[in-house]
């Protein structure tokens, strides 16, 4: 019995649109993906502006966002795939992040999203 697989193409991104609850991507074969913005808890936390600053990469498998060091492929978005980071990674990161934008603005300015917001 021959048994033959047939091979995938995954589509690439073209276009990344992120807003406050939503991350959108363009793709190559003319669909648009559209996912909670929830599920990259990075990008939940990140400014407009950090939100903004992203770069395809891997000839567009993959979108980068420099700012909070997040990686998402399309294939991961295609199968449903939050992000895969463990709690403690993300713990870390976000005492990292929190520290960093206490040197930026002043500790008395509260973003919506910190947890610390009385």
Request: aromatic share 8%.
């Given at each position: 019995m021959n048994i033959s697989a047939v091979e995938i193409?995954?589509?690439?991104?073209e276009n990344?649109?992120?807003?406050?609850?939503?991350?959108s991507v363009d793709l190559s074969d003319g669909?648009?993906?559209?996912?909670?913005?929830?599920?990259?808890?990075?990008?939940?936390?990140a400014t407009p502006e950090e939100r903004n600053?992203?770069?395809?990469?891997?000839r567009g498998h993959g979108i980068h966002w420099e700012d909070i060091d997040e990686d998402i492929s399309?294939?991961?978005?295609?199968?449903?795939?939050?992000s895969g980071e463990?709690?403690?990674s993300f713990k870390k990161w976000l005492n990292q992040y929190q520290s960093r934008l206490t040197l930026i603005r002043p500790p008395s300015v509260k973003r919506k999203n910190d947890p610390d917001r009385k």
């Open positions: 193409k995954i589509p690439k991104a990344v649109r992120v807003t406050k609850d939503t991350l669909r648009t993906i559209s996912v909670p913005l929830e599920w990259f808890p990075r990008l939940v936390y600053n992203w770069r395809l990469i891997g399309v294939e991961g978005l295609l199968a449903g795939n939050p463990s709690q403690t």
